[in-house]
Every structure is written in structure tokens, then in C-alpha cells.
């Protein structure tokens, strides 16, 4: 019997690898036999944390620093990647943070531009960075990070967040779309509460506790959980699946 999650060769980019969800999906396309490279901004103890957990393993990985929201960093980690393992099969678009709660009449044009710009267009720019040689390869997969956030317009005092990944899930249909004709496939994750350091940062224990009261399967999520289905999603396993946004929620949200 064939293994389609069999990933042996290919090479992985993915933002956001210090923690969380993009650092234990580092760490499992790693045992799937992909080269990955961990994108970090400013936590290179992290990044470099399960780097070495990875070649402690046998695999292959390297740390780049890279600001996403910046054009000309994201140039320079997509060259830096395949410098050190060749052209990119797998785009895994995971940067993103709230950065922090605010509402409608405290939110400034200055924070709006920021929350967009590291959640909406890193995403944009990393997936255009990386279409040339996917589409001239007719081969590639990429996945991109949204939030329940994104489907029910978030909790309150986040709605530049929720209005980010909500477009981070309409381009996932665009982007799909297009590169579809040249055998790319494009598809999302869009977590619910997850046991990540988002939750510790933005959300108090009181809120966690309603949270936890709203979801059917009666507890939160792990980044280990959204991490098996992104590597499912770069995997032949996906192979008919294009501009789908998977949600992981334990039943907070039935579409």
C-alpha cells in the first residue's frame, strides 16, 4: 500500500516557526522527510529550540530571521531557503498575531496597517514569492493559517485580526484558483481555541473557561491537532483537495 504522507525530499518554508502551531508542524513534516526551514521574528531561542530537536532526530531544518512584513525580508527568506535546500514544495503561510485587543474607537489606522500587513499580506507576498517556480514545476502546496476569528468576526476588541484572516480565507480561493491549472493546490487550516501562547496573551482564564463551555467535544485544541492536518493537506493524501479551509474547532463552529 502506497504512503501518500511519505514527504521524503521535499522542502518546507514556514513562517512563524518559533512556537505554537507552525513549531510542532516544523517538527512533524520533519518526520515525514521534509527539509524545513523555521522563520522566526524575534524568538530565535524557540526557532532554534526545535531546529535542534529535528537534527537531534536526523532531519534537516534551518532558522532564518525574517520580518513578513516586510517585501524585502520575505525576498530574502525565500532565497535563503532554497539556497540551503532547493526549490520549495511546501508554503506554509503561518505568521500572525492579534498584537492587541482593541475596539472599533481606540483601533488606529497605524495598528490596523500592522495586523494586516503580518497576517494578510506576508501571506499574499510569500505565496506570489514562491508561484513562479511551483507553477514552471506544475507541483507545490500551500497552506495558510486562518482562525475561527475569521468565520464569526472574532471576540471582541479583535476585529482587525478577524477581518485579516477572514481575507486570508477568500485568498486561499483566489490563489487556488489560479494555480490550480498548473497542479498547485492551495488550501487553509482555520483553528478554534487552540493551547497555544495566543490564548495566553490575549485571553484571560475567565474567557478560556466560556470558551471551553461553547465547544461540544468540551476542551481546547492542541497545536499538535492543527498540525496533522496541515501536513495531511501537503501530503498526496490531499491530493483533490483545492481552496478548502479545514476547520479545527471540536465542534465550536459547524459549517
Known sequence: ???????????????????????????LLAEHGVSVVINYFRNEAGAEDVRKTIADAGGRAQIVQADVRQSADIRRLVERTVEEFGPID????????LVERLRILELTEERWDEVMNLNLKSAFLLSQAVAASMMERRTGAIINVSSIAGRNGGTLGSIHYSTAKGGLITMTKGFAKELALFGVRVNAVSPGVIDTPYHETFSTP????????MIPLGRVGTSEEVARVIVFLASEDASHICGETIEINGGMLML
Open 1 to 27: 500500500m502506497s504512503n501518500y504522507l511519505d514527504l521524503t525530499g521535499k522542502v518546507a518554508l514556514i513562517t512563524g516557526a518559533s512556537s505554537g502551531i507552525g513549531q510542532v508542524t516544523a517538527r
Open 90 to 97: 511546501i508554503l506554509i503561510n503561518n505568521a500572525g498575531s
Open 206 to 213: 475567565e474567557a478560556m473557561k466560556t470558551f471551553v463551555s
